[in-house]
Structures are given as structure tokens and as C-alpha cells.
């Protein structure tokens, strides 16, 4: 584990002042008294559980033998990641090569020399009022009579 019983004490004397004076704000002395030492045990109990999850992640043990380091390596484990992705290597290079660059370097996308995909924007109608502005108003004039 990392650390001492100290860490616990404080973290469970932090969780009795903050409990008891969230609790005495609204309770008698007692119940506050009361709510401050359970406050006390939920956080030195938090605080143990949390040097002993620490004290796993930070210090793993090596098994002789057998396991991740059986085959003489010294590293232990979760110091070296392996990861393969898929190989996307193609179209990036596809890519690089399509592009423009002006002479400062600056990449731009690749020119339109691909087949139409069958995309078109929107082109909405247009809106024509028929009615003359005179007329509208007279609606709106009748309707707010009502």
C-alpha cells in the first residue's frame, strides 16, 4: 500500500469536520456528532480503499516463472504497449499525393478530379408573395379585431 495509517486519519478527520458542520448547520449537537463520526469511518475507509487500489496499480508483483516476464524480460507489466491499427497508410499517401502545396509549403485538399458521388445542395423555391401588401394587412388588421 502507499502511504500510512496517517493518510487515513486525515482524510477520515477531513469527512468528520466537513460532515459535522454540513450536519450541525440544521441538527442539534448530537445528531451532529453522530452524523460526523460516520462521516469519519466512510472516509478513512474511502481513503484505505483507495492507498490499497493505489498500492496495486503502482507496484505490481512479477510471478517467477510464469506469466508476462517469463521469458527473462526485466519489464513489468503495463510498461510497454503494443498496439496494431489498420493499415490506413495507402489512402493517407493517396492523399499526400493528390495534394497542391504552394511554394511556402501549405497543403491543400486534392482537386476535383474524383466522380460525382450524386450529392446536389439544396435548392429550395423561392418565395413570390401574390398578395398585395395592402390586402395582408387588412387580414391581419381583421384577424386581430376577433
Same mark, same amino acid.
Given at each position: 500500500?502507499?502511504?500510512?495509517y496517517?493518510i487515513n &486519519? #486525515?482524510?477520515?478527520? %477531513? #469527512?468528520?469536520?466537513l460532515?459535522?458542520? %454540513?450536519a450541525f448547520?440544521?441538527?442539534? $449537537?448530537?445528531?451532529s456528532?453522530?452524523?460526523?463520526?460516520?462521516?469519519?469511518v466512510a472516509?478513512?475507509?474511502?481513503?484505505?480503499g483507495?492507498?490499497?487500489g493505489? #498500492?496495486?496499480?503502482?507496484?505490481?508483483?512479477?510471478?517467477?516463472g510464469s506469466g508476462?516476464?517469463?521469458?527473462g524480460?526485466?519489464?513489468?507489466?503495463?510498461?510497454? %504497449?503494443?498496439?496494431? &491499427?489498420?493499415? *490506413?497508410?495507402?489512402?493517407l499517401?493517396?492523399l $499526400?499525393?493528390?495534394?497542391?502545396s504552394?511554394?511556402?509549403?501549405?497543403?491543400y485538399?486534392?482537386s476535383?478530379?474524383?466522380?460525382?458521388?450524386?450529392?446536389?445542395?439544396? *435548392?429550395?423555391?423561392? $418565395?413570390?408573395?401574390?398578395? *398585395?401588401?395592402e390586402?395582408?394587412?387588412?387580414? %391581419?388588421?381583421?384577424?386581430?379585431?376577433?
Amino acid at each position: 500500500m502507499i502511504g500510512n495509517y496517517r493518510i487515513n &486519519l #486525515g482524510a477520515g478527520i %477531513v #469527512g468528520f469536520v466537513l460532515t459535522f458542520f %454540513v450536519a450541525f448547520s440544521s441538527n442539534v $449537537l448530537m445528531t451532529s456528532l453522530i452524523r460526523g463520526l460516520i462521516g469519519f469511518v466512510a472516509w478513512y475507509v474511502l481513503a484505505y480503499g483507495l492507498r490499497w487500489g493505489l #498500492g496495486i496499480l503502482f507496484s505490481p508483483r512479477v510471478e517467477n516463472g510464469s506469466g508476462y516476464d517469463s521469458e527473462g524480460t526485466q519489464d513489468l507489466r503495463g510498461s510497454q %504497449v503494443d498496439i496494431k &491499427l489498420e493499415d *490506413d497508410g495507402q489512402e493517407l499517401n493517396d492523399l $499526400l499525393k493528390n495534394g497542391q502545396s504552394d511554394s511556402a509549403g501549405a497543403d491543400y485538399p486534392p482537386s476535383e478530379t474524383k466522380a460525382p458521388t450524386g450529392f446536389a445542395p439544396l *435548392d429550395p423555391p423561392k $418565395l413570390v408573395r401574390t398578395k *398585395d401588401p395592402e390586402e395582408l394587412a387588412q387580414a %391581419v388588421r381583421h384577424l386581430t379585431d376577433k
